[in-house]
T-cell receptor, first 111, second 111 residues
Framework: DAGVIQSPRHEVTEMGQEVTLRCKPI?????LFWYRQTMMRGLELLIY????????DSGMPEDRFSAKMPNASFSTLKIQPSEPRDSAVYFC?????????FGSGTRLTVV | AQSVTQLDSHVSVSEGTPVLLRCNYS??????LFWYVQHPNKGLQLLLK??????LVKGINGFEAEFKKSETSFHLTKPSAHMSDAAEYFC?????????FGKGTKLSVKP
């Protein structure tokens, strides 16, 4: 199994641009999570899905953030428009029920 | 609300000495508890998990953790630190996909 696959690994974009982060979970995992990690706030849960349905999006910072899971093998996290304070490492993780497997993350820099 | 508290943001030990990373959780009827490790510029990797079986859980790389219900604790230990153990460690609890992480403890290992 290739594990959780995230793309891109690094993204540098200008303020105001749209950014799309992608995730392919482990096959058979019913849960998918998006986390954001910064020095100041640590690891924050943004949203999680169960069987492709968003269950809890209370961690999504504001309307500029949106996440979708059109099928069991793909999810996106979109930021539109992006701002410098969105700079962070974004992790996707998937889980069969309890423990999670994490991707390598996308390091986003908004300048 | 369920929570996880890691009592130390930074722990420094000498190589060959014991490691203790502390974690307390808010009381729950049946917690599933985990420890993850994150090396620089990497995703989180599962170290060990407790899921209501043996209270002493052994993980990878010589780490273990003991579940103590009376103290609502799940501290991570290792008898002898190695330089390669230097990383950030996260305690986590999970229930039906809702994974909550502590703020993390950065472990430094001095030669």
């Amino acid at each position: 199994d290739a594990g959780v696959i995230q793309s891109p690994r690094h993204e540098v974009t200008e303020m105001g641009q749209e950014v799309t982060l992608r995730c392919k979970p482990i096959s058979g995992h019913d849960y998918l999570f998006w986390y954001r990690q910064t020095m100041m706030r640590g690891l924050e849960l943004l949203i999680y899905f169960n069987n492709n349905v968003p269950i809890d999006d209370s961690g999504m910072p504001e309307d500029r953030f949106s996440a979708k899971m059109p099928n069991a093998s793909f999810s996106t996290l979109k930021i539109q428009p992006s701002e410098p304070r969105d700079s962070a490492v974004y992790f996707c993780a998937s889980s069969p029920s309890r423990e999670a497997s994490f991707g390598s993350g996308t390091r986003l820099t908004v300048v | 609300a369920q929570s996880v508290t890691q009592l130390d943001s930074h722990v420094s030990v000498s190589e060959g000495t014991p490691v203790l990373l502390r974690c307390n959780y808010s009381s729950s009827y049946s917690p599933s508890l985990f420890w993850y490790v994150q090396h620089p510029n990497k995703g989180l990797q599962l170290l060990l998990k407790y899921t209501s079986a043996a209270t002493l859980v052994k993980g990878i790389n010589g780490f273990e953790a003991e579940f103590k219900k009376s103290e609502t604790s799940f501290h991570l230990t290792k008898p002898s630190a190695h330089m390669s153990d230097a990383a950030e460690y996260f305690c986590s609890r999970g229930s039906q996909g809702n994974l909550i992480f502590g703020k993390g403890t950065k472990l430094s290992v001095k030669p």
